[in-house]
């Protein structure tokens, strides 16, 4: 069974960063465009970032670019979402989804909540 | 940026009944459009995509329909499983963007 699998999430201070992960299981990452998507407590579902399968293009929202990177590791199965200065309103939980050929997120992990509170 | 506006914002229906979820695009968006259907608790699950096609895996009672700009989900008879909150999404162009949500609760 193909399946993702986030990491890293947990409570930070404001201004502070983290680093989540993707890995996956029955699947190879680098075969596949992954993005990270959010959602606020109670909230609908944000778009953070798209990164190419073999991690040379990647697109991001405009609202969070310079903040947030993502990339892919070395071993090509695991994607990260580096965050930086965080605030209180990137508190959410984080998916990690496959994307079917640039366009829809066919494959999502269970999340990983991030909570950013002094 | 491309808004997706959904409605209503609550649907609320008995087992068996059907459910129309209704998704408009601010400019159009040809027919990449999806419907991911998130149930309490769990990560979104992609059911349409394309405007009309279902993902793998999802039953016959959906269905996907329009094109431009205006979109929509239907489930033709309600199971007990079908009670969660509906999303659209876009892909025409960056950023991808999502609707605010449509929850289909019991009445």
């Known amino acids: 069974e193909e399946q993702l699998l986030e990491s890293g999430g947990g409570l930070v201070r404001p201004g502070g960063s983290l680093r989540l992960s993707c890995a996956g299981s029955?699947?190879?990452?680098?075969?596949?465009?992954m993005s990270w998507v959010r959602q606020a407590p109670g909230k609908g579902l944000e778009w953070i970032a798209t990164?190419?399968?073999?991690?040379?293009?990647?697109f991001y929202a405009d609202s969070l670019k310079g903040r947030f990177t993502i990339s892919r590791g070395s071993d090509g199965n695991i994607v990260f979402l580096q965050m930086n200065s965080l605030r209180a309103d990137d508190t959410a939980v984080y998916y990690c989804?496959?994307?079917?050929?640039?366009?829809?997120?066919?494959?999502w992990g269970q999340g990983t909540l991030v909570t950013v509170s002094s | 940026e491309i808004v997706l506006t959904q409605s209503p914002a609550t649907l609320s229906l008995s087992p068996g009944e059907r459910a129309t979820l209704s998704c408009r695009a601010s400019q159009s968006i040809s027919s990449k459009l999806a419907w991911y259907q998130q149930r309490p608790g769990q990560a979104p699950r992609l059911v349409i995509y394309d405007a009309s096609n279902r993902a793998t895996g999802i039953p016959a009672r959906f269905s996907g329909s329009g094109s431009e700009a205006d979109f929509t989900l239907t489930i033709s008879s309600l199971e007990p499983e079908d009670f969660a909150v509906y999303f659209c999404?876009?892909?025409?162009?960056?950023?991808?963007?999502f609707g605010g949500g449509t929850k289909v609760e019991i009445k």
């Open positions: 990164i190419s399968g073999a991690g040379g293009t990647a």
């Open positions: 989804a496959r994307v079917q050929t640039w366009d829809y997120f066919n494959l």
């Open positions: 999404q876009q892909r025409l162009g960056w950023p991808l963007t």
């Open positions: 029955g699947l190879t990452l680098s075969s596949f465009v």
